[in-house]
């Protein structure tokens, strides 16, 4: 069984700020992936970045990183310099062998002006 | 990424009715899903649809309340049966997208979700 344990329900940052979401995991699989998306208001799930189990390096996509400590089972998402427009709900995600995403509680982030 | 047409957006519909949600994806795609999202809540995973063959239902989930069909590549239909207040929420098709990742997993890609509301 996979887990995914989101434990901020909400976050504020200030515009052009940085802030970390928080996401730690636990799987049995040997081999797994974890994902963030980002659901704005509107509701669609949208994809931001992912990191496999075995990649050395922790993922980047623009704004967006991956802090991933696999010791910790911990893959937090970084978002530098942040925008109006980020504020939404984030979802952490795991997936193993089965391939479908289990997702975990999500935190409201609100981007102050 | 594939991309993914579901309808309907959104209905009203009363208690003890049936309603079927499609999903129509422009590509064939061999893994197919159907999440739940319940007002305030993370997505659940109902099932996954299997083209040729019977869903795979998750724990929680029965083929009685969820009955899905899978008739090719690019579509499926989800119904939600003997609605009840409890069963409002927004219920999405994802799609495991191309080539898999490092660690042998798929982005998936979500349609636009149908937003069910039960009076």
């Known amino acids: 069984a996979q887990k995914i344990t989101q434990t901020q329900p909400g976050m504020f940052v200030q515009e052009k700020e940085a802030v970390t979401l928080d996401c730690t995991y636990d799987t049995s699989d040997p081999s797994y992936g974890l994902f963030w998306y980002k659901q704005p208001s509107s509701g669609e799930m949208i994809f931001l970045i992912y990191?496999?189990?075995?990649?050395?390096q922790n993922a980047t996509e623009g704004r967006y990183s991956l802090n991933f400590q696999k010791a910790r089972k911990s893959a937090n998402l970084v978002i530098s310099a942040s925008q109006l427009g980020d504020s939404a709900m984030y979802f952490c995600?795991?997936?193993?062998?089965?391939?479908?995403?289990?997702f975990g509680s999500g935190t409201q982030l609100t981007v102050l002006p | 990424s594939a991309v993914i047409s579901q309808k309907p957006s959104r209905d009203i519909c009363q208690r003890g009715t049936s309603l079927t949600i499609q999903c129509q994806v422009d590509s064939q795609v061999t893994m197919m899903f159907w999440y739940r999202q319940q007002p305030g809540q993370s997505l659940t995973l109902i099932a996954t649809?299997?083209?040729?063959?019977?869903?795979?239902?998750e724990s929680g989930f029965v083929i009685d309340k969820f009955p899905i069909s899978r008739p090719n590549l690019t579509f499926s239909t989800l119904t939600v049966s003997n609605m009840s207040p409890e069963d409002s929420s927004i219920y999405l098709c994802s799609v495991a997208n191309g080539t898999a990742l490092g660690s042998g997993a798929n982005v998936l890609t979500f349609g636009a979700g149908s937003r069910l509301t039960v009076l």
């Open positions: 649809a299997n083209q040729g063959s019977e869903a795979t239902y």
């Open positions: 995600a795991i997936s193993g062998s089965a391939r479908q995403l289990t």
């Open positions: 990191q496999g189990s075995y990649d050395q």
